[in-house]
């Protein structure tokens, strides 16, 4: 072989030594997994959740761990997996689905339509670490009945000690977090028939 080659060789070997050492690990995918609830008798027959709003520092495929001190802090390799909002919408549909029975509940991002005697619009502004390691969940809840013209508009604001350590920590605490929305949501929607 020529000196020529052998450089060739020595080059693409590095380059290939080059390419494997850069390249990351494949991410950890997490998914919020529904939390059961009370059941509750009362609200309006047909329920529309529509889809769901979400803080433009949350839409992302990285778990947000924190957004405190003006600092997001995102975990590379640690991934929801399928979009939050999505899995938010889902997640809240099969849990108000179980927490009222005598309901039917409707995805608006779904296959399914009907004409609703609620809707329900959320918008999620808040859902990561506060700097003691709580998780915070603020969102703006709606909802408005066919039955009359008004709506229950409220703020929530779900603080949830740390259930465990690191994303897994953080994703547990988000299930609880998302259970006790859907709580709030079930009982705005017996109140407001």
């Known amino acids: ?17 080059t390419i494997a050492t850069c390249s990351s690990p494949e991410p ?7 939390v059961q609830g009370p059941m509750q ?11 769901i709003g979400l803080a433009r ?15 997001l802090d995102v975990r590379t390799n ?12 889902r997640v809240l549909t099969e849990e108000l689905t179980q927490r009222l029975p005598q309901s ?12 609703p005697s609620a809707v329900i619009e959320i918008d999620i502004r808040r859902l990561d670490e506060d700097a003691g390691g709580n998780l915070i969940l603020l969102a703006q809840a709606n909802v408005s009945f066919k039955s009359r013209k008004s ?5 929530l604001r ?29 009982a705005m929607l017996v109140a407001g028939r």
């Not at 072989?1 to 030594?17: E, P, S, V």
């Not at 520092?57 to 600092?71: A, F, M, P």
């Not at 709506?151 to 703020?155: D, E, M």
């Open 1 to 17: 072989m020529t000196r020529h080659r052998y450089c060739r060789l020595a080059a693409f070997g590095l380059l290939a030594i």
């Open 28 to 34: 950890a995918l997490y998914t919020i997994a529904p």
């Open 41 to 51: 008798t009362g609200a309006p027959p047909v329920i529309v959740l529509q889809t």
């Open 57 to 71: 520092y949350l839409d992302r495929s990285q778990i947000v761990i924190s957004s405190e001190s003006n600092r």
């Open 78 to 89: 640690d991934w929801w997996g399928e979009p939050l909002g999505a899995m938010l919408s």
């Open 104 to 115: 039917t509940v409707i995805n608006e991002a779904g296959a399914v339509t009907a004409s």
């Open 151 to 155: 709506s229950a508009l409220r703020n």
């Open 158 to 186: 779900i603080v949830v000690p740390p259930s465990g350590t690191g994303t897994a920590g953080l994703v547990t605490a988000i299930n609880a977090a998302v259970g006790q929305l859907a709580d709030g949501l079930a």
